[in-house]
C-alpha cells in the first residue's frame, strides 16, 4: 500500500495540508463508488490486480489534495483512461444533482486535476497514437478540459442551482451550453482519429439497459434542443436489457443526435429502435432538416471534405463526427446507412446483435 502511495504521488501528510471541503470529498467518493461498481461489469474500466477500492482511494486522493496531479500520478499499470472517463462522467453527474454540492469552482477545480491525470494517462499509453498526430491529439486535450468546465458550469446556471435567472439569460446559457458541446465533441473526434481508432469500442459485450443510454444522450443534448425550439422523440424496444457495447453506441447516437439538432430548424429529432428479430435491433436518428442530395452524400463520410460547389451540406466541415461515428458501427459489426430527402429530412441508421440481457429485479430495489 506504501508502494502504491507514492506512485500516486501524495502522502497522508500532504493530503492532510492540501484537504478540500467535506462536500467535494464527499461528492467525489461517491463517483468512485459508482465508477468502482460499473466496473464489475465492464471489463474495460477495471483498475487491475489489487483491492479496487483501494486502488480508487488513491485516484479520489490525487484529485481532491494535490494540487499537481502530473508525472507519476497513478499506478500506471492500474489505472485505465476508460476508469479515469467514468470517474468524471459520474462526478458531473453527482454534481448535476445538486445534492449536498460543494461550490461550483471546487467542482471545477476537482475536474481540472482528474483531466490532468487522464493526460499522464494517455502519455502512458503514447505509443499508440500515429506519428505527426501527437501535438494534434494534445492540443485536444488541453482544449477538452476547460470545455467540460464550461459544460458543467452553463448546466449548473441554466438548472438555476446557483440562483434564478430570467428567460434571456437561460437561453444565453443555452447558446454557450450548445457551443461548448460541439466543441467538445470535435476534440473528442479529433483524439480518436489520433489514435486511428483504437480503442473505440469496450473489449467485451457488457449487460446494459437500451433506454438508460438513450436517456442520457436526451439530457447531454436537451440545452441544445430548448435553445432552438426543438422537440426530441425517444422510442426505446420493448425488451430493454441487452449484452452489447454501451459507450460506442451512445457515442454514435450523441453525434447523430448532436448534428441532426444542429441542422434542423423547425421539427424533431427522433431517436429509435426497433426490434427486427429477438436479437437484432435497428437504431435510427431521424430529423426534420432541409436534406441532403445525392452529390452531400456522396461526400458525408470524407474527413476534412470540401464541399465541392460551395453549399454547405449540413453537417461540420471536418467531417469527424460521422467518420468516427460510422467507424463506430463497424466496431461493433454493422454498417451504418443514410436516407435523405430535401425537404423531408435525414435518417441515419444501422443494426446491431444485441441478445437480451436479464432484466433487473425491481422489487429488491
Known sequence: MAKDAAEIGITRAA??????????????????????????????????????????????????ASEHVARGAAPASRVPVAFVDRLRAELIREAAAG??????SEVLAVLARLETLRVELLARDAATFPTGMDFVAGVAHDLRSPLTSILFLAETLQSELSGEINDVQRRQLGIIYSAALG????????????RNGSGLTERTPTRFSVTEVME??????????????LTVHLFPPGIDQRF????????????????????????????AVRALDAVRLEFSVRDTGKGYTRQAIDDLYHPFRRSRDGKKYGFSGTGLGLTISRRLVVAMGSSLEVESRPGWGTRFFFELDLPPGPEPDRSAA
Open 244 to 271: 452489447g457495447y454501451p459507450l460506442a453506441l451512445s457515442r454514435v447516437l450523441l453525434n447523430l443526435t448532436t448534428n441532426g439538432l444542429k441542422f434542423t430548424d423547425d421539427g424533431f429529432v427522433e431517436i
Open 183 to 194: 466543441l467538445v465533441t470535435v476534440a473528442s473526434d479529433i483524439i480518436e482519429l489520433a
Open 99 to 104: 445534492t449536498d454540492s460543494p461550490a461550483a
Open 15 to 64: 493530503a492532510v495540508q492540501r484537504a478540500a471541503s467535506s462536500g467535494t470529498r464527499a461528492l467525489v467518493e461517491r463517483a468512485a463508488d459508482a465508477a468502482v461498481a460499473a466496473a464489475a461489469d465492464d471489463p474495460r474500466l477495471r483498475l487491475g490486480a489489487g483491492d479496487p477500492r483501494a486502488i480508487a482511494d488513491l485516484v479520489v486522493e490525487a484529485i481532491i
Open 216 to 229: 442520457s444522450v436526451h439530457d447531454i443534448v436537451r440545452p441544445l434542443a430548448e435553445e432552438k425550439g
